[in-house]
């Protein structure tokens, strides 16, 4: 692969993580602290998207893999999904003058709408990474590029909302408008670094001839959607690998949504300086880029998974009990955080790669776009359960929104659900991984048993 084909298809990763980060990390707390809703319901706004997702995600799988355009076959779903995904996130994040419940139905249903434009874009881009390359180290260098972009996402995401809303409010800006607006400006990117890509992409999309018409399946319909999900989920390595994407991510919630409220009530810091914490988070992910993937070519990228998992499950639990107070204790806490958090991303998606030939090898079919779109399945879920949990906590905590000082019980509550509540999900996700069957070596044997199929066809 050329490096202007690793650019082009990485651009729109900034617009996947603005979009992911700002709803797993500022949703929560908008929620109850600006659109004054309940924590409980918060929790269960969030849980009732990923639930509607899960139900979407099939049909989106399964769509995807049948498109095809004189446009090509990925490009042209991206498109068409990338305004409404625009759109929703500004009004995911629009106070609205309505009652309570009134409220907590609007914020639901845009949240609907906003993971099934999410998915609608995820699913066929993830896809399309697949199609640029079969090379096991190829695949690893593409989506350590797309995670470069990623983390530059997660830049403007964790940058501009703090230190914009803050700047806005300065000038008189009421919070809640000043928060719609940020979600504007953030919408915006999103949808053009994905024009960005659906254009830099052409020569890895081409356009679909009658010829490149799918075959129909037997089972048509619903059911048959759903037969083909499930046959996709039943295949061993996708088991293991669901498992440890849904644990690494409910982890992933949980501390991006638990972080603020930390930062905000236990350490008691400014806007300023929050904003300044949640910029070093990503920057030491990009300066780990390079590590990450010298060690996922050298050995595997299991292997590389489970050793970083470790070393952020070993730091959380330690300042858990030394506490989180001095100047270096803040230090280990962001490195931890970053390793918990950042890590899936840099090679999780490259795995999924995987598995696609892994299932060409056995079914015989190209089903890309539903395998992939199980990371964005469990993406839904796991922002669903991490922020149901969270808010269940923090509510039988007996957390307040409208007050800026936090009872004892809560503050220990919230100090908790940044170090040990995580890190156990991500115990779980690191020996799912470990027992994850597709090694470098497996994957090099099932390429050779494909090119064997394809010379005897």
Request: charged share 15%; glycine share 6%; hydrophobic share 50%.
């Amino acid at each position: 692969m050329k490096r202007s084909d690793k650019l082009g298809y990485s651009i729109a990763s900034t617009g996947d993580a603005i979009a992911y980060t700002f709803i797993g990390t500022f949703l929560m707390f908008f929620l109850t602290t600006v659109a004054k809703i309940d924590p409980a319901k918060a929790g269960i706004i969030s849980a009732v998207g990923a639930i509607w997702n899960a139900i979407f995600n099939p049909f989106m799988g399964y769509f995807s893999d049948k498109v095809r355009t004189r446009f090509g076959k990925r490009r042209p779903v991206m498109l068409a999904f990338s305004i409404p995904l625009g759109v929703s996130l500004f009004l995911l994040y629009t106070v609205v003058p309505l009652p309570e419940n009134l409220k907590a139905i609007y914020y639901g249903l845009i949240l609907m709408l906003f993971w099934t434009s999410y998915t609608g874009f995820f699913v066929p881009y993830l896809a399309l990474g697949a199609e640029y390359t079969t090379n096991y180290d190829d695949r690893i260098l593409l989506r350590l590029y797309a995670s470069f972009f990623n983390m530059m996402g997660i830049l403007i995401c964790m940058f501009s909302p703090t230190l914009l809303i803050d700047f806005l409010k300065s000038k008189g800006v009421e919070t809640d408008h000043a928060w719609s607006l940020t979600a504007g400006m953030l919408g915006l990117i999103i949808m053009t670094v994905i024009f960005i890509t659906v254009h830099l992409s052409k020569s890895k999309d081409l356009p679909c001839s009658k010829e490149d018409a799918p075959i129909k399946d037997k089972g048509t319909g619903i059911p048959g959607i759903f037969a083909e999900y499930l046959s996709v989920a039943k295949l061993r390595p996708m088991i293991y690998l669901t498992i440890a994407s849904l644990a690494s991510l409910i982890c992933y919630a949980i501390l991006m949504s638990d972080m603020l409220y930390f930062m905000t009530y236990n350490l008691r810091f400014s806007p300023k300086i929050i904003a300044l914490l949640l910029l070093i988070r990503p920057l030491l992910a990009v300066a780990i880029i390079p590590l990450v993937g010298r060690i996922a070519i050298k050995t595997d990228k299991r292997l590389a998974i489970i050793a970083f998992y470790f070393i952020g499950i070993a730091l959380m639990v330690l300042l858990h009990f030394i506490g989180i107070e001095s100047k270096f204790t803040i230090a280990l806490y962001l490195l931890a955080l970053m390793l918990c958090t950042c890590i899936y991303w840099q090679l999780m998606p490259a795995i999924y790669y995987d598995v696609c030939d892994y299932d060409r090898l056995h079914s015989g079919k190209s089903r890309q776009g539903t395998i992939v779109s199980f990371q964005g399945l469990i993406e839904a879920v796991a922002v669903g359960a991490g922020s149901l949990i969270l808010g269940t906590l923090l509510k039988l905590s007996g957390f307040d929104g409208n007050a800026t000082v936090q009872n004892s019980e809560t503050l220990a509550r919230i100090e908790t659900c940044t170090t040990i509540i995580p890190v156990i999900f991500l115990a779980v996700a690191a020996v799912s991984v470990y027992l994850y069957p597709i090694t470098k070596r497996a994957h090099e044997e099932i390429l050779r048993d494909l090119a064997n199929n394809k010379r005897k066809d």
